[in-house]
């Protein structure tokens, strides 16, 4: 079983920085960071596979945000720059049992953390 804790959002100011941590426990091959702001569905932001050699970025968060892995692979980031007021929502952490999940299918991903909440705002 694959346990996932996140810890690291907040409010912001737009153009600023955030960088999200994500604890994992457990056999997994990919992870991700998925968001979901209120009225709207979950969405892929961004995925890493287990070695940390393959990424994927959603289009909107292309080079402003930076996915990757540390601490033996155990805990997940994401590095969040240039914020936009757009970027507002609950992020969870996720991973997949798959060996090629997709990033626009929440499906795909089999474990879920908890969220943390992230407000851009001036």
């Known amino acids: 079983e694959v346990q996932l804790v996140e810890s690291g959002g907040g409010l912001v100011q737009p153009g600023g920085s955030l960088t999200l941590s994500c604890a994992a426990s457990?056999?997994?091959?990919?992870m991700g960071w998925f968001r979901q702001a209120p009225g709207k569905e979950r969405e892929g932001v961004a995925s890493?596979?287990?070695?940390?050699?393959?990424?994927f970025y959603a289009d909107s968060v292309k080079d402003r945000f930076t996915i990757s892995l540390e601490n033996g692979k155990n805990n997940l980031y994401l590095q969040m720059n240039n914020l936009k007021p757009e970027d507002t929502a609950m992020y969870f952490c996720a991973a997949s049992t798959r060996l090629w999940p997709r990033l626009t299918e929440t499906t795909d991903f089999d474990y879920w953390g908890q969220g943390t909440q992230v407000t851009v705002s001036s």
């Open positions: 890493i596979n287990k070695g940390g050699g393959r990424k």
């Open positions: 457990g056999n997994r091959y990919w």
